[in-house]
């Protein structure tokens, strides 16, 4: 099983400031690699996949990198809707999805 | 719009069964892969079974092989999950969500199940 490990598990940022979270899998999943928003009570919403394409009405302001066993989520300017958890999941071998990072508001 | 929509949850004692089910619409649903995602209390995701188009092929994680089978019906749009021999690692809330090319693209808005006494 492939596993995939978020970092960090929380990252405190101010609104308006830039937010990096980082992925990295056990063994590479070229680019077969998606990011999912999650809010409190709410079900995941797909924000990318293939590591760097933005699924349909997700800002600008987000965006992926990476292939193989290193992948970034950015958000550019942070806004209030952003706060929130966000999970990669390589679908590579299987699915399999990170631990998640909380990003909170500093 | 798309919407997913689970039901039948609830509590239900270790050992013991469980149908989910998922009606869908604002898709084509016969057209999708469509998959059971789970999310444990305060935990992360974990994918739990997919079924192709057509019902002719199922996949299932390794946690719940054997013990859970997967099942639509085209004619009804819907999905179902059949849960059997439930164990309280099973507690969880259960998402159906379509999958498109390996990620999940919509996601039902999610129903729980305990497994206790």
């Known amino acids: 099983e492939i596993v995939m490990t978020q970092s960090p598990a929380t990252l405190s940022v101010s609104p308006g400031e830039r937010a990096t979270l980082s992925c990295r899998a056990s063994?590479?999943?070229?680019?077969?690699l998606a990011w999912y928003q999650q809010k409190p009570g709410q079900a995941p919403r797909l924000l990318i996949y293939?590591?760097?394409t933005r699924a349909t009405g997700i800002p600008a302001r987000f965006s992926g990198s990476g292939s193989g066993t290193e992948f970034t989520l950015t958000i550019s300017s942070l806004q209030s809707e952003d706060f929130a958890v966000y999970y990669c999941?390589?679908?590579?071998?299987?699915?399999?999805f990170g631990q998640g990072t909380k990003l909170e508001i500093k | 719009e798309v919407q997913l929509a689970e039901s039948g949850g609830g509590l239900v004692q270790p050992g013991g069964s469980l149908r989910l089910s998922c009606a869908a619409s604002?898709?084509?649903?016969?057209?999708?892969?469509m998959s059971w995602v789970r999310q444990a209390p305060g935990k992360g995701l974990e994918w739990v079974a997919n079924?192709?188009?057509?019902?002719?092929?199922?996949y299932y994680g390794d946690s719940v092989k054997g013990r859970f089978t997967i099942s639509r019906d085209n004619a009804k749009n819907s999905l179902y999950l059949e849960m059997n021999s439930l164990r309280a690692e099973d507690t969880a809330v259960y998402y159906c969500?379509?999958?498109?090319?390996?990620?999940?693209?919509?996601w039902g808005q999610g129903i729980l199940v305990t497994v206790s006494s």
């Open positions: 969500a379509s999958l498109y090319s390996g990620y999940f693209l919509y």
């Open positions: 079924i192709k188009q057509d019902g002719s092929d199922k």
């Open positions: 063994q590479s999943v070229s680019s077969n």
């Open positions: 999941q390589q679908y590579n071998d299987w699915y399999t």
């Open positions: 293939g590591a760097s």
């Open positions: 604002g898709f084509t649903f016969s057209g999708y892969f």
